[in-house]
């Protein structure tokens, strides 16, 4: 398993001006390679000419680098800052699987409960298919089902309840637990059974549950709170013209455990420590264990452009990715909205992670990625 097999608990120590600067805030042995990403990640977005982004790199407890890039909107005053919020759009799943996960540690659910004891109406074309799909399914991307299911709908704003009717029509096309199938619309049936066994709406829950108890003082899901967020980054789409602003649109924040989350740098730093195991009363190791383990293989990712060429083995947990990278274990996810790209990923073994955030669709940031986790681990060797 590609876990540590113990973990230094610590409480989060920064001040709110430590979280707000971009100097080191302690000696590190990668100091050097978050001096070099911070470079490369300032050098690449001018050179791209990507409108705005933000970065921060944790170790244990602490941040040793968040940097952050350009403006909120192009061509506007307004700079990106710590506080500036982004849409998460698929690293969203992180906080769906793990809030699930913490309903199974209290014996609240079971990942071998059927979704339809959660959600009578979803049916398959054959209706004992859906009987055999179970949350661990939904959350760990092995329903069977055809990848990215009615995302055409959400794309075109139908309305939820008509697209789950839908899946009448489908017959899967392996057994539920055999073959990877990435979903948002199916994924997303994770938030009956957590609203039903928690008594919230998810909304609700992830305060509760996430955000209050780690300060993400600026962390919010769905369209209104993101609409109503003063300092927030605009989208922008690359065009043969370079990079244009859009408007952000309502259709896929439907489905808020798979892409609702919108959060800062900051609020970033704060859930990427949580994921260290350094504040487990908020995130139990066995959490973070749950969701980190290995699922179903997904032999698609180790043909990843800029990442292929490090990658050698790839599955799914539950709504993270793990990874075997360079030889070495890493827990990842990425997530693209129309307008934004986000990153997270961290090493458990070294105790170190990284979040990228920009709002501008842009390629490099799977490129500064890969070259920063090459070097983290090209050091170790």
């Known amino acids: 398993m590609f876990l540590k097999s113990a973990f230094f608990f610590g409480t989060i120590s920064l001040s709110l001006s430590a979280l707000l600067n971009t100097q080191q805030v302690q000696a590190s042995q990668f100091d050097t390679v978050s001096d070099k990403f911070k470079q490369s990640f300032h050098s690449q977005l001018k050179k791209r000419k990507v409108p705005g982004g933000a970065f921060v790199i944790v170790e244990g407890d602490k941040i040793l680098k968040l940097s952050y890039y350009g403006k909120r909107s192009k061509g506007g005053s307004l700079n990106v800052n710590a506080n500036t919020v982004f849409r998460l759009a698929s690293v969203s799943k992180t906080f769906a699987g793990s809030l699930a996960s913490m309903l199974v540690q209290e014996n609240k659910l079971d990942w071998k409960q059927s979704i339809n004891a959660y959600l009578p109406s979803f049916s398959l ?6 009987k055999q799909i179970n949350l661990g399914h939904i959350i760990g991307q092995s329903t069977g089902l055809m990848p990215n299911s009615y995302d055409n709908l959400v794309n075109a704003d139908v309305n939820i309840e008509k697209i789950i009717s839908k899946f009448s029509e489908l017959t899967p096309m392996c057994k539920p637990g055999v073959c990877y199938s990435y979903q948002n619309v199916a994924f997303s049936f994770i938030e009956s059974a957590i609203e039903q066994k928690s008594g919230q709406t998810y909304e609700s829950y ?5 955000f209050r108890p780690l300060n993400m003082n600026n962390a919010s899901v769905g369209f209104e709170a993101f609409k109503q967020e003063s300092n927030r980054a ?26 609702g989350v919108n959060a800062s740098i ?54 993270w990715r793990v990874y075997e990278f360079d030889g070495r274990p890493l827990i990842y996810h990425a997530g693209w909205v129309a307008g934004y ?33 090459h070097d983290v681990f090209k050091q170790q060797k």
């Open 125 to 130: 074309a054959d209706p004992n298919g859906s």
């Open 206 to 210: 992830i305060n509760e549950r996430i």
């Open 234 to 259: 605009e989208p922008h789409v690359k065009t043969k013209s370079g990079f244009k602003k859009v408007k952000v649109k309502a259709n896929y924040y439907k489905l808020a455990p798979a892409v």
């Open 266 to 319: 900051t609020d970033m730093s704060k859930w990427l420590i949580a994921n260290l195991g350094e504040r487990p009363a908020v995130l139990s190791p066995a959490v973070i264990a749950d969701v980190t383990t290995p699922g179903v293989k997904t032999t698609k990712e180790l043909r990843r452009r800029d990442w292929k060429v490090y990658l050698d083995d790839a599955h799914y947990g539950k709504g």
């Open 341 to 373: 790209v986000a990153e997270i990923s961290y090493s458990p073994e070294l105790n170190i992670g990284m979040v990228m955030l920009l709002n501008g669709e842009s390629r490099v940031i799977a490129k500064l990625s890969a070259t920063f986790w």
